[in-house]
């Protein structure tokens, strides 16, 4: 009991708050410690909420009333978001920004929070394809190596190259598969799942009767 009252709190703490605190997924939890470690820093990077920030005007002069100098446009034009990356991003939807961040921090946030669904989209397909890839080459590498019977390979029948192309398909299909997974996990980390931590939550009967479900 006091491991798992451990282990929710500390679910509970990577999340902020701001998600589920009674019954967190373990997708949520490994989402949770990707945003930590990784992912924020790569979403700062991808999608930076300054880039969404026009600062105003020293002066509320209008332009036709005043000549403005070419060093002052200059000036100007070397503000504003001028790469092809800034460009591009700030072609992208985002949630309305947090209001009192200061200019200075804009650039460590990101425009999209870890409760946007499209940054969690995006995330889980990634931490899903990087685990599928693993565990294949992890498992799949082991049995090659200690319980493939590797005089089958002499047979007439074995195609050339046939475990390279074994791969190349398996590889092949695991997009695929993950977008196939991908709705369940979406689901399961914005809180639509049954999925709970403690037994005593609906008591072992149930337990035994939801693994055939």
């Keep these: 009991m006091a491991f798992e009252s451990g282990l929710t709190f500390f679910k509970y703490r ?15 939890l490994i989402l949770s410690l990707a945003d930590e470690h990784l992912l924020d820093k790569a979403w700062c990077y991808i999608v930076p909420a300054s880039v969404f920030v026009h600062p105003p005007l020293e002066a ?5 009333s005043v000549i403005v100098s070419p060093i002052l446009q200059t000036t100007q034009a070397q503000t504003q978001p001028t ?3 800034h460009h591009l991003v700030s072609l992208l939807p985002h949630p309305p920004l947090q209001p009192g961040h200061e200019s200075s921090h804009l650039a460590l ?3 999209w929070p870890r409760d946007y669904i499209p940054r969690q989209l995006i995330s ?3 931490i899903t394809l ?23 390979m002499s047979h007439p ?6 475990v390279k192309l074994e791969i190349q398909c398996s590889l092949r299909a695991f997009p695929t598969m993950t977008l196939l997974t991908l709705p369940w996990f979406q689901a399961e980390v914005r809180g639509y799942s049954k999925l709970y931590d403690n037994v005593d939550d609906y008591g072992l ?3 035994l009767f939801s693994i055939p479900l």
């Design 83 to 85: 790469t092809w990356h």
């Design 109 to 111: 946030v990101s425009a």
């Design 157 to 162: 029948r074995f195609l050339k190259n046939q």
């Design 124 to 126: 889980l397909s990634v």
């Design 60 to 64: 509320n002069i209008s332009q036709s």
């Design 130 to 152: 990087i685990g599928i890839v693993f565990l294949y080459f992890v498992f799949a590498g082991l049995s090659y190596r200690y319980i493939f019977n590797h005089d089958m």
């Design 205 to 207: 009967i149930y337990l």
């Design 14 to 28: 990577l999340n902020g708050g701001a998600r589920r605190t009674s019954q967190i997924s373990e997708m949520d």
